[in-house]
T-cell receptor, first 114, second 118 residues
């Protein structure tokens, strides 16, 4: 039972354009969502997060949008840079005693072309 | 802040031997450590949750006798893969959580360990 889904295995974007990565979830107990960037054979690097009480959070070139009614979140990267090329994981946490315990999506490979 | 150091980064072992992976919280006390596993081109899957001074809680389908977790101190947790077999080859990652009320701890990961069993 995949509670967090990233339905696009890959995304290719031109440098300077916007990258939009999508994530859907099914567990209504999730109340905190995170995006990570990961390179092969390395641990995930935290990018940005959002609490379920918000619908948008912005940090520099990264913006995360949350649509609770649709159980959908997205990560926008503007402008995209070649250094952004990596695997991006969406993750969710149910809070409470599960605080810190993450459920991950399958990941989306982002390639930004110069 | 919230740095988790994981060692070794890469290990190759013979089938039937045991391998120990260490995760240390460098600048906070990790009351809880989470252990994840990633198969090639797959997602990260939670294996177990360890709390300092008590037994680990394993996710469904994870063999507790094969993956021994020890969390004897607030800064160190270890995962031992016992009697390793080629199917145990994977990428193992930990993350640490501090006492409740500290934001963002539990969301910082170690650098991972690539285990190859030959």
């Amino acid at each position: 039972d995949q509670q967090v889904k990233q339905n696009s295995p890959s995304l290719s974007v031109q440098e300077g354009r916007i990258s939009i990565l999508n994530c859907d979830y099914t567990n209504s107990m999730f109340d905190y969502f995170l995006w990570y960037k990961k390179y092969p054979a390395e641990g995930p690097t935290f990018l940005i997060s959002i609490s379920s009480i918000k619908d948008k959070n912005e940090d520099g070139r990264f913006t995360v949008f949350l649509n609770k009614s649709a159980k959908h979140l997205s990560l926008h990267i503007v402008p995209s840079q070649p250094g952004d090329s990596a695997v991006y994981f969406c993750a969710a946490n149910a809070g409470g005693t599960s605080y810190g315990k993450l459920t991950f999506g399958q990941g989306t490979i982002l390639t930004v072309h110069p | 802040g919230a740095v988790v150091s994981q060692h070794p980064s890469r290990v190759i072992c013979k089938s039937g031997t045991s391998v120990k992976i260490e995760c240390r919280s460098l600048d906070f006390q990790a009351t809880t450590m989470f252990w994840y596993r990633q198969f090639p081109k797959k997602s990260l899957m939670l294996m177990a949750t360890s709390n300092e001074g008590s037994k680990a809680t394993y996710e469904q389908g994870v063999e507790k006798d094969k993956f021994l977790i020890n969390h004897a101190s607030l800064t160190l947790s270890t995962l031992t893969v016992t009697s390793a077999h080629p199917e145990d080859s994977s990428f193992y990652i930990c993350s640490g959580r501090g006492p409740s009320g500290l934001a963002n701890y539990g969301y910082t990961f170690g650098s991972g360990t690539r285990l190859t069993v030959v």
